[in-house]
């Protein structure tokens, strides 16, 4: 049996968390099945009711996927209750290259890409910046406030 796998994201605004992450891990959103115009129309063709989703739910993308077919598709689910504590999991954004690459160099890509996700809604909660250790990475909030790293 063929296994796929999809992360799940709760959240209180699934556009934007689709916009951001679309961003940050260069998916794209992604288009609704079988040539629907919607997730709505989609959704309709299989018999959900208008009832049974949100206002608006459906007409703009509520999940990403890897425009490579690799990673795993992202979905964010709208839900009522608000972020409380810190995440039990979290995004590694690993674009620095490695400990093959100089750490100046490394440091410098962490950088630029904090920066592109600052200006995308992200937040810094710190720079780890460790030279003895030959380590440079952020600690970030995304728009709704789950942390990640760029390392």
């Known amino acids: 049996m063929e296994m796929t796998v999809q992360l799940t994201i709760d959240c209180s605004d699934p556009?934007?968390?689709?916009?951001?992450?679309?961003?940050?891990?260069?998916?794209?959103?992604e288009p609704p099945p079988g040539g629907h115009?919607?997730?709505?129309?989609y959704w309709a063709a299989l018999g959900v009711s208008d009832a049974e989703l949100p206002a608006g739910a459906g007409d703009v993308p509520e999940s990403i996927v890897d425009?490579?077919?690799r990673g795993p598709r992202v979905w964010?689910?709208?839900?009522?209750?608000?972020?409380?504590?810190k995440n039990r999991?979290?995004?590694d954004l690993k674009v620095g290259g490695g400990r093959d690459v100089a750490l100046d160099v490394r440091a410098q890509r962490v950088k630029?890409?904090?920066?592109?996700?600052?200006?995308?809604?992200?937040?810094?909660?710190?720079?780890?910046d460790e030279p003895e250790m030959e380590h440079y990475a952020a600690a970030m909030r995304?728009?709704?406030?789950n942390e990640f790293d760029v390392v």
Not at 76 to 85: H, L, R, Y
Not at 142 to 145: F, K, S
């Open 15 to 29: 556009q934007k968390m689709v916009t951001f992450w679309a961003e940050a891990l260069g998916y794209v959103p």
């Open 37 to 41: 115009t919607t997730w709505r129309a």
């Open 67 to 69: 425009p490579t077919g």
């Open 76 to 85: 964010f689910q709208q839900v009522p209750e608000p972020k409380t504590v």
């Open 89 to 91: 999991w979290h995004f």
């Open 112 to 128: 630029a890409t904090v920066e592109r996700l600052v200006k995308a809604g992200a937040s810094v909660l710190r720079i780890i």
């Open 142 to 145: 995304d728009p709704e406030g």
